[in-house]
């Protein structure tokens, strides 16, 4: 008796489960066959949407879930009128957009855009909080999401321009666990004196934020970390280091792009800085040594007026920039030597803005998608070394500037 209410439960399972694969041999054990359902419903995926997401001008969205086919639109984010998406993350089973509810960046009160989405599909408008520091103004609009761990907590940080001018005047970055709720890091030290438009581009390495500052704060950056008691405004670059000769220019009116130096991790959490040598406009880049300081020496190979946006790197151990005018270069020896690539096809065409923004890798497809200017999208399933490696792709008829991508398998 006992086995044949046991045998009715598992069809129950069966019934219950019935889209999942569960092999049912006749020859197995009942307690075999309980191991072969719950394995099954352990191993099945759960990453049914996107693994490509996008974000640009005008309320865009891009999608792919082989990065060679991609959906385009303009009305998927709630609330989205005329207003801009600078940046996407994933993380804790999410992604994340942010940007302007209406018009640029440069626009203020109350016009904070994030938005939401487990699939890529259907996009929720998450409330944006206000700071106690800072009542008045409201909240701001957001320049960059990113998702990763701030002293062994994994969270979403997202970057906004600054409350007031002035030396140590804050910047609008909030905080969330989830991507659900969120809250102002009032206690992150402050840029110094530029633009109220000023921001930051985040990057995290061993549990500590590195946000670079752009627009008047060419040569600081934020280090912040709780945990460990670090919260503070630097100097950078550091003395001793030839990074002393870089330069930072102020960025485009449009479309908004990043022109401050950047930080990046790869895959084998090696941390680079990369910004533009002011004596020749040569772009150049650094490792950070294993012990957090900086070398007395730079690499090149980026070519003249190639400074660039965006970042990758795969599991074969090479890592990948893309910048102005459709270049892109490639280390294949964690950054000592890099070789630039003039084009990537046309990035753009005719367009007045020509330029690479974005890129991401993604280890589930071993491809990497790089998105830009006049809604230009490149992508490879190899390692490349040459502009033949690669696709070029524009979904038909859109031409708007894409600004981010993410994957959901970093």
């Not at 598992?10 to 719950?38: H, R």
């Not at 086919?69 to 089973?93: K, M, Q, R």
């Not at 892109?328 to 630039?340: I, P, V």
């Amino acid at each position: 008796m006992k086995r044949i209410v046991l045998l009715l439960s598992i069809f129950q399972i069966l019934y219950c489960n019935q889209a999942k694969e569960v092999n049912i041999d006749a020859s197995q054990s009942l307690v075999g066959l309980g191991l072969d359902l719950t394995f099954s419903n352990q191993l099945q995926p759960t990453d049914t949407g996107a693994e490509f997401v996008a974000v640009g001008l005008v309320c865009s969205l891009w999608t792919s879930k082989d990065g060679t086919t991609w959906t385009a639109t303009s009305s998927a984010f709630p609330d989205c009128s005329g207003g801009e998406l600078y940046s996407v993350a994933y993380g804790n089973g999410l992604f994340v957009a942010v940007g302007t509810l209406s018009a640029a960046f440069t626009t203020r009160t109350n016009n904070c855009g994030l938005w939401t989405s487990a699939d890529a599909a259907t996009w929720t408008r998450i409330p944006c909080p206000n700071s106690a520091t800072y009542p008045t103004p409201g909240n701001l609009p957001l320049r960059t999401i990113t998702y990763g761990s701030v002293g062994g907590v994994n969270k979403f940080i997202a970057t906004g321009s600054k409350f007031v001018y002035g030396d140590g005047g804050k910047a609008y970055l909030i905080q969330s666990l989830d991507g659900v709720t969120w809250t102002v890091m009032e206690d992150v030290a402050g840029p110094d004196y530029g633009s109220v438009d000023a921001s930051c581009l985040i990057a995290f390495h061993n549990n500590i934020m590195y946000c670079s500052l752009e627009v008047g704060s060419y040569t600081a950056f934020i280090r912040y970390n709780p945990a460990a008691s670090i919260n503070a405004r630097e100097s950078f670059p550091p003395a001793g280091s030839s990074l002393e000769s870089m330069l930072w220019n102020p960025p485009t009116a449009s479309p908004y792009e990043m022109t401050t130096f950047q930080f990046f991790r790869s895959r084998s959490n090696d941390f680079y800085v990369v910004g533009t040598r002011s004596g020749d406009s040569v772009s150049v880049s650094s490792k950070m040594n294993s012990n957090g300081t900086w070398p007395a020496s730079v690499a090149t190979g980026f070519g003249t007026n190639n400074r660039p946006n965006g970042f990758a790197s795969d599991e074969s151990g090479n890592i990948y920039t893309f910048g102005y005018n459709c270049k892109w270069a490639y280390s294949s020896n964690q950054g000592t030597s890099w070789t630039s690539i003039n084009a990537l096809d046309t990035c753009g065409g005719s367009s007045g803005y020509n330029d690479w923004m974005s890129a991401v890798y993604s280890s589930k497809l071993n491809r990497i998608v790089v998105v830009g200017d006049s809604g230009s999208i490149g992508t490879t399933g190899v390692s490349p070394t040459l502009s033949s490696d690669w696709t070029y792709l524009q979904v038909p008829g859109i031409t708007l500037g894409i600004n981010s991508v993410t994957s959901r398998n970093k």
